[in-house]
């Protein structure tokens, strides 16, 4: 009969990996805490009595004026805007995409998958002429539709690519089962398939957000008027127009930034489920 020992822990090599572990946290924090104090600072404090510490006097009144005199409410609702229904239609186009491909039987599924991820080899930088020149014959330049149909279509390929394998996982009996009860496709899809699919369906979420809510290249190219500019046009706008005031500027960065870092810690938990789902599937 075999015999296991346990290796004995030592004691130093915790201690050390602990120690590192709380500079790789600090380090990573440092930048947010940064950015949120120089946005509660004035210039004097920004350039040199005051650059890494907190503030001496918190200049509240810096989100105020971003919100006023930059409008960045305006700003932030047209990404809010954007962001949610670039995701939604991206997400839903997706799941019935590879409902199609991984789940009905047909000559020329292969080919559709392989013309999907197609996409992820166009760069969109190489792609924002012909979209440009698209959306201006259509007359769909300087309106919500004007991002939101090219966010949803780039965000596609990988949606599929994400959500494919875990579809792919799922057993075919469920689909037997549903049909011997009376449901038709529509039923099986969104009674059996998309329930089984939340672990693929937040990490999506959370790709296409970053990818739309960050985004810079179309909005600021595709956009010419205030009215919907999203957040990082306008921080631009804001940055060209109020070099001298930093505090607003920085205020702007906050509200710009701090709704990833809620939107990834609220659905964090979901994320490393499907990552360990699909570690189990391969």
Not at 37 to 46: A, G, H, M, R
Not at 155 to 179: H, K, N, V, W
Request: aromatic share 14%.
């Amino acid at each position: 009969m075999e015999s296991y020992t346990l290796k004995e822990e030592k004691p130093y090599l915790k201690v050390i990996t602990n120690i590192f572990l709380i500079i790789w946290a600090l380090i990573n924090i440092f930048p947010i805490y940064f950015m949120f104090t120089f946005s509660l600072k004035s210039n004097d404090e920004i350039f040199g009595s005051n650059i890494i510490g907190l503030p001496k006097n918190w200049l509240w009144s810096n989100f105020v004026t971003a919100m006023n005199t930059g409008n960045m409410g305006l700003y932030f609702f047209n990404s809010l805007l954007v962001t949610t229904l670039a995701i939604g239609i991206s997400m839903m186009a997706a799941m019935m995409a590879c409902y199609a491909i991984t789940r009905i039987r047909w000559k020329f599924s292969g080919l559709a998958n392989a013309f999907f991820m197609l996409g992820l080899t166009i760069p969109i930088q190489a792609s924002i002429v012909p979209v440009y020149v698209v959306l201006s014959k259509l007359h769909w330049l300087n309106k919500y539709s004007t991002l939101i149909v090219p966010y949803s279509a780039f965000a596609l390929s990988m949606a599929i690519l994400i959500c494919s394998g875990f579809m792919a996982e799922i057993p075919t009996a469920l689909d037997e089962a549903a049909r011997i009860d009376g449901c038709g496709l529509f039923g099986t899809f969104f009674k059996i398939i998309l329930p089984l699919m939340k672990p693929a369906v937040s990490t999506v979420g959370v790709y296409s957000y970053l990818q739309c809510w960050n985004e810079f290249m179309f909005a600021n190219v595709f956009i010419s008027d205030s009215a919907h500019r999203t957040l990082p046009v306008g921080i631009k706008a804001l940055s060209g127009q109020h070099t001298t005031e930093w505090g607003p500027i920085g205020a702007a960065l906050v509200i710009a930034t701090f709704p990833t870092l809620i939107f990834y810690i609220f659905l964090s938990g979901k994320i490393q489920a499907s990552f360990i789902a699909g570690a189990v599937k391969g």
